[in-house]
């Protein structure tokens, strides 16, 4: 009986996903639905239900601890790399545990190793729930006809256009060329400030790069104020209101992969209407880069994922007391 019952939740879980991909696609609400069908899928083949959160917090421990090392590898020892490893070892033992002890005969060995995994299987589920969102989002193609094709920044090394900003600005290109051969002139702006390290706003480096690689000036415009993406987005909502193209379509940003959940997200809170696409990235690069934008976009939740963090605290609570022998 309960392996229908899991099945008709997963049922239920991704006819709620494609009701909701329909009505926006940019909400991480998809990501949660698609997670709440991959956990009764799990229970339906007879997994115990803490294999998802186990899986979700390892493979954030993972993240952190190699995100630590590559940075103290790179960068010397400072108290960020520090706290990265420290959260990387300390999640991966609290998983460790919770699996040895889970498995054991006694009810209050189990509870403890429930309780064990409260800290890390929360923002592990979490981020499964992330990735999900990524992907889902990745995989829908992009509506053709933009208004405009934003591209947004990225840090210049020495004063020139690196391979991560490059691949964002051969996508962009390629993106305009193909609306040019439908009969379509989207503006692309190229959007980026300047670091304190950097001889030019990335902005400027940005729109020379597309002029040398064919496309031409009258076809770009340049933002050059812009310090992060919401700056980025919203700088060049002004750029196109003045130009009188912020009413007539939908926008295409485009940026590098592991930035596009968070930065469709920005889209959707700065009411944009706009698809957002990604350029590719270097594999040894992919999994610090996607570890900062998560934790990034947790912020832009900060009171969802405070009530989800006291749900999962009470489940536990719950189980704890309705479990362990009195």
Known sequence: MRPLVDLVLVAAFLVLFVLTVRAEPRRWLTGVVLAGALWAATTALGASPLVLPWVGSAVLGLLFLGNGLRMLSAAGRNSINAVALVLGLAMLAATALAIGLFPTSTSREAVIAVVVLLLPGYPGLVLVSYVLYCLAYLRRGPRPAPAAVIVLGSGLVDGTVPTLLANRLDASAETWRGERALGHDP????????????????????????????????????????????????????????????????????????????????????????????????????????????????????????????????????????????
Do not use: C, K
Request: negative net charge; aromatic residues 6%.
């Open 187 to 326: 503006l692309v702006v190229a959007s980026g400030g300047q670091g304190d390290d950097e001889p030019m706003a990335e902005g400027v480096a940005m729109t020379a790069y597309l002029v040398a690689h064919g496309v031409p000036p009258e076809a770009l415009a340049t933002e050059d104020r812009s310090t992060t993406t919401e700056e980025n987005l919203l700088l060049s909502r002004e750029i196109l209101r003045a130009r009188g193209l912020d009413d007539t379509g939908h926008l295409r940003v485009v940026t590098s992969n592991y930035h596009v959940g968070r930065a469709a997200l920005l889209t959707r809170r700065l009411q944009l209407d706009a698809d957002v696409t990604g350029a590719p990235t270097a594999w040894a690069f992919l999994p610090g880069a996607f570890l900062r934008e998560f934790l990034a976009a947790l912020t832009l939740h900060p009171r969802v994922n405070l009530a989800g963090l006291g749900v999962w605290i009470a489940g536990t609570a719950f189980l704890a007391y309705a479990v362990l022998p009195r």
